[in-house]
């Protein structure tokens, strides 16, 4: 079996790149800043179908997109969370948190609509993430 990004993922999200083991998409809700890092390991749910390494280098890319994605954005809270309960394919979100955004202070699931990044403040984003990551991304 080889990997396949989950279709809800895919059609959610916009790819930023890769990392050594993890794909990191931007979730496409402008009103919060929000990134996924789904590693590419077949058939994985859940932490604890990643074998030590696969962890070890998880929690290395989420320390590493959490520092530039606080460098980038200044975020009040970065909230970090693998919850899958609507996606059971493995992903780890990374959203920026802000005391004025519409969600504070309760999680950003289920709070109103999505709003889709405008392409130019999308590629902006992406392009100062990928900046940030350089050396990181494949």
Same mark, same amino acid.
């Given at each position: 079996?080889? &990997?396949?990004?989950d279709a809800r993922l895919a059609a959610d999200s916009h790819p930023v790149g890769d990392l !050594?083991?993890?794909q990191l998409r /931007? &979730?496409?809700?402008?009103?919060?800043?929000?990134?996924?890092?789904?590693?590419?390991?077949?058939? !994985?749910?859940?932490?604890?179908? /990643?074998?030590?390494d696969d962890r070890c280098t998880l929690l290395d890319e989420i320390t590493a997109v959490g520092r530039a994605w606080e460098t980038l954005l200044q975020?009040?809270?970065?909230n970090i969370a693998a919850l899958g309960n609507l996606v059971p394919q493995l992903h780890v979100h990374l959203i920026a948190r802000y005391a004025h955004d519409c969600a504070w202070p309760r999680p950003v699931?289920?709070?109103?609509?999505?709003?889709?990044y405008e392409a130019a403040a999308r590629d902006a984003l992406l392009a100062r993430l990928r900046g940030a990551l350089q050396g990181q991304l494949d």
């Open positions: 079996m080889s &990997f396949v990004l !050594a083991l993890s /931007l &979730f496409d809700d402008a009103r919060f800043p929000w990134l996924l890092l789904v590693p590419r390991i077949a058939g !994985a749910r859940e932490l604890i179908d /990643l074998d030590r975020p009040d809270k970065l699931w289920g709070q109103g609509t999505p709003i889709a």
